[in-house]
């Protein structure tokens, strides 16, 4: 990011011109317990050039990326092989430089991308409809429950207990500003925990997650049927996409709608972010859906070509109609996606997430057998939860000291209580040399 430094003049010349006093104005909502008055502990007020990179420098060199250690990280965010042709591609640009499709027709090849990016979610999620990505998984699932509350008319949702904690925390934010309730099952490490108990008139859905937070595997067909029975929508969420090449998807278990994080296609890490949002539902709910939808048509001498068929945000329709005020998609993020995906084809999204499974269970195999080690999943795709002797925080930071990044603990999650519990992931990066260095260093480190 550029350093764009202002004189003292400029400052206040911007001042004068918003017609407040003082920069401290501008911040008076913010108590003054939570602002800092003083300098940065550690940063000085003034260096040159040389000084702030290497200094800067130094403070990223106290992290261990991911990619230079053996990584067994997940929680929501996953490291996999991404061929270098993705990059490549996504670099070209007419889809680097291209920004929302604001005079839609003549960005023929955006609106292309988005249609094929569309179709392959639909696939993989086993839905009717697709729009054209969303920012995350977690504001899709935000966003799945506000759609479920136009539709029913109803505004409580109930959240599962293995929903994972960020999309749970994003959703019960908008409910506080947007005026529904939500209702958040505990945490459910072993699996069970009766949604339906909590399901009543006013209930517009059930979120649920597969696999959940803690990797467990779940069959939501009877849990769709009995929603549908009380009139509310199934809303399922995935956070590990590769997991639709081997599981049943949401579609075929009675979902209506489905939030999705697709970071694990094409896209990196990149600390947290950007990702990019999935969303699909039935057909019969699309017009409440947020967002933009392409579709394909022809033109008046019988050429193929795309069109954005319904955009029900505020900028196309009257505001009061608009289902959401979610403005942009994370277009690139989506492009990688796409262009990761249609390179594995089928098979060879089908090989990956075998792949995946299998090294999981591997690894399953492997920490079961060091001393004091309990796996916690009946089932699990590339994700599980081990339950340790001790805490799982200071496993997890002994592990560091050895050159492991051995997983995320669930306290670290969901706060106290599930000190000892710690949720591992494997992707393909995963070798077995990997694998035996996280069993020995587990070992001991207990």
Not at 65 to 81: I, M, N
Not at 175 to 181: D, L, P, T, V, Y
Not at 391 to 408: F, P
């Given at each position: 990011?550029?350093?764009?430094?202002?004189?003292?003049?400029?400052?206040?010349?911007?001042?004068?011109?918003?017609?407040?006093?003082?920069?401290?104005?501008?911040?008076r909502d913010v108590p003054e317990a939570a602002r800092l008055s003083g300098p940065i502990e550690g940063l000085s007020n003034h260096m040159g050039e040389l000084e702030v990179d290497r200094a800067l420098s130094a403070m990223a060199g106290k992290n261990l990326?991911?990619?230079?250690?053996?990584?067994?990280?997940?929680?929501?965010?996953?490291?996999?092989?991404i061929p270098a042709t993705v990059d490549h591609l996504v670099q070209r640009g007419e889809f680097l430089t291209a920004y929302t499709p604001y005079q839609p027709e003549v960005s023929q090849g955006t609106l292309q991308v988005l249609f094929e990016f569309q179709?392959?979610?639909?696939?993989?999620?086993?839905?009717?409809?697709?729009?054209?990505?969303?920012?995350?998984?977690?504001?899709?699932?935000?966003?799945?429950?506000?759609?479920?509350?136009?539709?029913?008319?109803?505004?409580?949702?109930?959240?599962?207990?293995?929903?994972?904690?960020?999309?749970?925390?994003?959703?019960?934010?908008?409910?506080?500003?947007?005026?529904?309730?939500?209702?958040?099952?505990?945490?459910?490490?072993?699996?069970?925990?009766?949604?339906?108990?909590?399901?009543?008139?006013?209930?517009?859905?059930?979120?649920?997650?597969?696999?959940?937070?803690?990797?467990?595997?779940?069959?939501?067909?009877?849990?769709?049927?009995?929603?549908?029975?009380?009139?509310?929508?199934?809303?399922?969420?995935?956070?590990?996409?590769?997991?639709?090449?081997?599981?049943?998807?949401?579609?075929?278990?009675?979902?209506?709608?489905?939030?999705?994080?697709?970071?694990?296609?094409?896209?990196?890490?990149?600390?947290?972010?950007?990702?990019?949002?999935?969303?699909?539902?039935?057909?019969?709910?699309?017009?409440?859906?947020?967002?933009?939808?392409?579709?394909?048509?022809?033109?008046?001498?019988?050429?193929?070509?795309?069109?954005?068929?319904?955009?029900?945000?505020?900028?196309?329709?009257?505001?009061?109609?608009?289902?959401?005020?979610?403005?942009?998609?994370?277009?690139?993020?989506?492009?990688?996606?796409?262009?990761?995906?249609?390179?594995?084809?089928?098979?060879?999204?089908?090989?990956l997430a075998e792949i995946n499974h299998g090294k999981a269970v591997q690894l399953a195999d492997k920490l079961a057998a060091v001393p004091g080690v309990e796996i916690v999943n009946g089932s699990f795709f590339n994700e599980f939860t081990v339950k340790l002797?001790?805490?799982?925080?200071?496993?997890?930071?002994?592990?560091?000291?050895?050159?492991?990044?051995?997983?995320?603990?669930?306290?670290?999650?969901?706060?106290?209580?599930?000190?000892?519990?710690?949720?591992?992931?494997?992707?393909?990066?995963?070798?077995?040399?990997?694998?035996?260095?996280?069993?020995?260093?587990?070992?001991?480190?207990?």
């Open positions: 990011m550029r350093y764009l430094p202002l004189t003292e003049a400029d400052r206040r010349s911007m001042l004068e011109a918003i017609g407040v006093p003082s920069v401290d104005e501008l911040f990326p991911a990619g230079s250690v053996p990584s067994f990280l997940g929680a929501g965010a996953y490291r996999h092989h179709t392959q979610v639909s696939l993989l999620t086993g839905m009717d409809v697709a729009n054209a990505s969303m920012y995350d998984g977690a504001t899709a699932c935000a966003e799945a429950v506000m759609m479920a509350n136009r539709v029913t008319r109803r505004k409580k949702a109930v959240l599962s207990g293995g929903l994972h904690p960020h999309y749970r925390d994003t959703t019960t934010t908008d409910a506080r500003f947007i005026g529904f309730e939500t209702v958040v099952m505990p945490p459910a490490p072993t699996g069970g925990e009766d949604l339906l108990a909590a399901v009543d008139g006013d209930t517009s859905c059930v979120v649920v997650q597969n696999p959940d937070v803690f990797g467990h595997v779940r069959d939501y067909t009877e849990l769709g049927k009995a929603c549908q029975a009380k009139g509310a929508l199934l809303i399922v969420v995935v956070t590990e996409a590769v997991s639709l090449g081997l599981l049943t998807p949401p579609g075929a278990m009675g979902a209506d709608i489905v939030a999705a994080e697709g970071q694990s296609l094409g896209n990196a890490l990149n600390f947290g972010g950007p990702y990019v949002g999935l969303f699909a539902v039935k057909e019969k709910l699309v017009r409440q859906m947020p967002g933009r939808l392409c579709g394909q048509t022809v033109d008046a001498d019988g050429r193929r070509g795309f069109v954005l068929t319904l955009s029900t945000r505020e900028q196309h329709i009257r505001r009061e109609k608009a289902t959401s005020n979610i403005c942009t998609n994370s277009g690139l993020c989506a492009l990688a996606f796409s262009i990761h995906l249609s390179l594995l084809g089928e098979e060879g999204f089908t090989r002797p001790k805490s799982a925080a200071e496993v997890v930071e002994a592990l560091a000291q050895r050159g492991i990044l051995g997983g995320v603990p669930a306290s670290r999650l969901f706060g106290g209580g599930l000190d000892d519990l710690l949720i591992v992931a494997t992707t393909e990066t995963n070798t077995e040399s990997d694998m035996d260095a996280f069993a020995t260093a587990l070992a001991e480190v207990l």
